[in-house]
Nanobody, 131 residues
Framework: QVQLQESGPGLVKPSQTLSLTCTVS??????????WSWIRQPPGKGLEWIGY???????YYSPSLKSRTSISRDTSKNQFTLQLSSVTPEDTAVYYC???????????????????????WGQGTQVTVSS
């Protein structure tokens, strides 16, 4: 059974970089056809997909966040990370890591913000951007 756990600071100051880590157990992040995503949910709003890193190491980011987003991985630790730079209070949200099994990236992007489409979810972690 694959399990995901988010970790990182719960409070980030404006203009700084938000950094979160997702630790995966019960399966390898390099397993074929697994896509590993970061998703967030601001207060009172719906899910917003941030981006993914695929089993191959390829990345793809939401166009609206691409300029500030970097997703990377450490295969030796079976972890992947999110870095979101130049944060503002509008970045305050619950941040989730999640995984979907897919034959290709087009389907991953098409269902990126649909919670029911994912195979595995972390519990989420609250991140507040405030001075």
């Amino acid at each position: 059974q694959v399990q995901l756990q988010e970790s990182g600071p719960g409070l980030v100051k404006p203009s700084q970089t938000l950094s979160l880590t997702c630790t995966v157990s019960g399966g390898s992040i390099t397993t074929n056809y697994y896509y590993w995503s970061w998703i967030r949910q601001p207060p009172g709003k719906g899910l917003e997909w941030i981006g993914y890193i695929a089993y191959s190491g390829s990345t793809y980011y939401s166009p609206s966040l691409k300029s500030r987003t970097s997703i990377s991985r450490d295969t030796s630790k079976n972890q992947f990370t999110l870095q979101l730079s130049s944060v503002t209070p509008e970045d305050t949200a619950v941040y989730y890591c999640a995984s979907v099994i897919s034959l290709g990236p087009r389907t991953v992007v098409a269902v990126a913000s649909k919670k029911s489409e994912y195979d595995y979810w972390g519990q989420g972690t609250q991140v507040t951007v405030s001075s």
